[in-house]
């Protein structure tokens, strides 16, 4: 058997689903059950009725889905596909930081721990982030983390002030404003559509911001036949399979090479996906305490977005 068919065989064994992120290699997003953007990979598991959830993402994505799903078996190809933004912010220092601020209303974004989700009002996705934001009591001053860019961003957006933790992606900061206009010089035809996890220098040349399934939906509606994306590169694989027709450049970064990857999402591989069905690890497992404190504002934030 090849490992795709191992792979199918597994499924049908443990009565799973496999939930892909658009940012894997092209490969696992073909094999999915589902690809989407976070928030849609977190309303999808909360109400799949499988046995085992098997998360291709990085760890904050399958332990929102562990949060919304306690008595599912929930999987992740490999446990230290990790997140800078979750990684950048740790209890201590943020309970530390979010105490000289006079009891703010918290809005998390998603990629964050599960300790930080517990210490959180509400949490948010780049998808619905301006929506949640707007839902906050107009009296009360908002601290917003781990993602400073997102943040500033959506501070213009809603004319809303924050306070920022100065997390940052380390895939969407290293576009290159320079490169990017050089590569507009040179496809004058092309809208740039980015992140708003790019930083400000970067967002300022963007014709549309959006989350990867905004981006990936104004692709595909836009009458332009070229796009400069400026997000993480497995997205071009949805994008040329709504579009065939049209063309997608990589946005170019510091390091001079092309391949926007994410470390963290691209550690997820064929075998590996094989391998922790077969084993049934590595396994999402939280405290059911804490499990319980991370769900209030998770789900909040579900209730919010589908109202
Ligand atoms: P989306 O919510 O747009 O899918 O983004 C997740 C992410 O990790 C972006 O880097
Ligand atoms: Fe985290 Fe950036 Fe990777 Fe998204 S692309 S998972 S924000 S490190």
Redesign the pocket.
């Known amino acids: 058997m090849d490992i795709l068919d191992k792979i199918a065989a597994e499924k049908k064994r443990l009565n799973a689903v496999i939930v892909s992120?658009?940012y894997q290699e092209d490969e696992i997003q073909d094999l999915a059950d589902f690809v989407g953007?976070?928030?849609a990979m977190a309303q999808y598991c909360e109400k799949s009725e499988a046995d085992v959830l098997v998360v291709c993402g990085v760890r904050f994505m399958a332990e929102t889905a562990k949060i919304v799903n306690p008595e599912k078996t929930v999987l992740l190809p490999d446990l230290e596909a990790g997140?800078s933004l979750a990684d950048s912010c740790q209890p201590a220092p943020f309970q530390q930081f979010k105490s000289k601020l006079n009891d703010p209303y918290v809005v998390m974004y998603i990629?964050s721990n599960p300790e930080i989700k517990a210490l959180s009002d509400v949490i948010c996705?780049?998808?619905n982030a301006e929506k949640i934001i707007r839902s906050v009591p107009k009296d009360r001053e908002i601290l917003f983390g781990p993602d400073r860019h997102l943040g500033r961003y959506l501070m213009q957006k809603t004319g809303r002030p924050m306070t920022l933790w100065q997390g940052v992606?380390i895939?969407?900061e290293t576009f290159n404003e320079k490169k990017i206009l050089a590569l507009k010089l040179e496809h004058p035809d092309a809208d740039v559509i980015a992140?708003p996890?790019c930083e400000e220098t970067v967002l300022q040349h963007a014709d549309f911001v959006g989350?990867?399934?905004a981006l990936l939906k104004y692709s595909q509606t836009s009458p332009k036949k070229k796009f400069i994306v400026l997000t993480?590169s497995g997205i071009l694989h949805q994008m040329r399979k709504a579009s065939p027709d049209k063309t997608f450049l990589e946005g170019p970064n510091d390091s001079g090479c092309a391949c926007n990857e994410?470390p963290y999402m691209r550690l997820n591989t064929l075998e590996k996906l094989y391998q922790c069905m077969r084993d049934g690890k590595p396994e999402i497992q939280m405290p059911e305490e804490l499990r319980k404190k991370a769900y209030i504002p998770l789900r909040r934030m579900l209730e919010i977005s589908a109202a």
Do not use: A, G, P, Q
Request: proline residues 0%; charged residues 15%.
């Open positions: 992120h658009y953007d976070s928030l997140c990629n996705t780049s998808s992606c895939v969407h992140h996890e989350s990867t399934s993480e994410c």
